[in-house]
C-alpha cells in the first residue's frame, strides 16, 4: 500500500493535483512526472553541444571544425564524446576519411536541423513583428561579387535598415550550395544556373563575358578593328552590333588562364573556342575569376571575365578586350534561396531591392530578363 503523501515527505502545497482519498493516483503522477523529468535531463544532455557536432558533419573533419569553432581538436574530441556517451552509440564513423555519420548520427543531424529550422523561423517571426527592428541576413558570394556587387547593395540595404545584423560567406559554388541547403545561409549570388528543384531564385541583373588580352602580345597590332575600348564596356556600347566579335581562333595558339572545370566560365569558354574550331591551352587554371583577371593583367596569359569585373575593377593600362559571341558571352546573375522556405520580412525587403536594380537596369538599356521565379512576386507581397 503506497504511504500517505505527509509521511512520504513530500508537501501538499507541491502537487496540487492531489485530491484526498487519491493517495495511489497522486503517487503514480508524481513518478510519471519524476520520469519525464528525467527523460527531459537526458535530451537536454544530449542536445548540449549540438553546434561543435553540427560544425563537425558540415566540415567532414574534426580539425577543421575545431578552427572554424575557435576551440582545440581534443577538447572538441572530448565534447562529442560525451554527447555520444549520452546517447549510448557513436555519431560519427571515425574510421573513414572524411568522416561519415552512423545511423544515429544521421537521425542526430536531422533531429538538430529541424530545431534549427524552428530556432530561425521564431527568431524571424519575431524580427517581422518589430518591425526590422532585429533580423539578420546572411548571403554568400565568391570573392569577385562579393568585391564589386554586393557592396553597393548591401551600402543601400543597411542604410535603410540599420538594425539588421548582415554577413558574408565566401566560398566556391559547391560549398556554397550546399550550405545554402542546409539552411546555413540566406541567399547565394552566383552567375551559374542551379537546379530550381531545389533553389527559387531572383534575378539581379544580365552580364557578358569578355576576352582579356595582354597588351604585349604581338597579335592586338594586327585586330585593332575588334579591340573595344574602357568607356565602351562600362557605357555597355560594346553590346551595339556595329562593334564585331573577335575571331578567336586568331588565339588558338596563344596560352590561356582559365577557371577550373566544374565553373560556369570555364564550361562557356570552351564552348566559345569550339566553335572557332580549337581547345584553348591553358597554362594555368583557377578557381577566382578575379585572380585569373589579375594573371592577364601580368602578362600571364588571356582571360575570360565578365563586364561586371571589368566596370568596376581598377583600370589596367597592361590589358586588351575584346567582344566575345553573344550565344557564349550573355548570363545572368541570380540572389538563390532554398524552394518553399520562409521569407522573413528582413530577407525580403533585400530581394525588393534586388528587384529594383534589376528593373532600373532594363530601363537603362539591359535586355529583358525574368525577375522572379515559382510565384516569388506574390510572396513577397502578402
Not at 591553358?282 to 583577371?293: F, K, M
Amino acid at each position: 500500500m503506497a504511504l500517505p503523501l505527509r509521511e512520504s515527505g513530500f508537501s501538499l502545497v507541491e502537487w496540487p493535483f492531489f485530491h484526498a482519498g487519491n493517495d495511489e493516483k497522486a503517487a503514480g503522477s508524481r513518478q510519471r512526472q519524476a520520469g519525464d523529468q528525467v527523460k527531459e535531463a537526458g535530451r537536454t544532455m544530449i542536445f548540449n553541444g549540438k553546434e561543435y557536432v553540427y560544425e563537425i558533419y558540415r566540415e567532414r573533419s574534426f580539425s577543421t571544425a575545431a578552427q572554424k569553432l575557435y576551440t582545440t581538436q581534443p577538447a572538441l574530441s572530448n565534447k562529442i564524446k560525451r554527447i555520444e556517451d549520452e546517447i549510448g552509440s557513436p555519431i560519427f564513423d571515425r574510421s573513414t576519411s572524411p568522416i561519415q555519420l552512423t545511423e544515429v548520427g544521421k537521425a542526430y543531424i536531422e533531429a538538430v536541423e529541424q530545431m534549427i529550422r524552428l530556432e530561425e523561423n521564431f527568431a524571424n517571426f519575431l524580427a517581422d513583428t518589430q518591425n526590422l527592428k532585429k533580423g539578420s541576413l546572411s548571403i554568400g558570394s565568391g570573392a569577385m561579387f562579393s568585391s564589386y556587387v554586393l557592396p553597393p547593395l548591401l551600402a543601400e540595404y543597411k542604410a535603410a535598415f540599420p538594425c539588421v545584423e548582415v554577413s558574408v560567406q565566401e566560398g566556391g559554388v559547391n560549398s556554397l550550395q550546399r550550405r545554402l541547403l542546409e539552411g546555413a545561409m540566406d541567399l547565394l549570388i552566383e552567375n551559374e544556373e542551379l537546379p530550381l528543384v531545389n533553389f527559387e531564385r531572383q534575378r539581379y541583373r544580365t552580364e557578358y563575358m569578355i576576352l582579356a588580352v595582354p597588351r604585349s602580345w604581338e597579335l592586338n597590332g594586327r585586330l585593332l578593328a575588334w579591340q573595344q575600348s574602357l568607356d565602351n564596356i562600362v557605357t555597355g556600347r560594346f553590346l551595339a552590333p556595329q562593334y564585331p566579335n573577335v575571331p578567336l581562333d586568331q588565339f588558338a595558339k596563344l596560352p590561356f588562364v582559365l577557371l577550373s572545370p566544374e565553373n560556369r566560365t570555364y564550361q562557356k569558354a570552351l564552348a566559345a573556342c569550339g566553335h572557332y574550331g580549337f581547345v584553348p591551352r591553358a597554362i594555368l587554371t583557377l578557381s577566382q575569376q578575379l585572380t585569373a583577371y589579375n594573371m592577364t593583367c601580368a602578362g600571364v596569359g588571356a582571360s575570360f571575365v565578365s563586364d561586371t569585373l571589368v566596370r568596376s575593377a581598377r583600370p589596367h593600362p597592361d590589358v586588351v578586350y575584346y567582344k566575345l559571341d553573344m550565344e557564349f558571352a550573355r548570363r545572368d546573375i541570380f540572389f538563390y534561396f532554398k524552394k518553399k522556405r520562409y521569407i522573413p520580412k528582413c530577407m525580403g525587403e533585400f530581394l525588393r531591392l534586388v528587384e529594383e536594380k534589376s528593373r532600373a537596369a532594363r530601363g537603362a538599356g539591359e535586355r529583358d530578363g525574368e525577375d522572379y521565379d515559382n510565384g516569388l512576386q506574390k510572396r513577397l507581397a502578402r
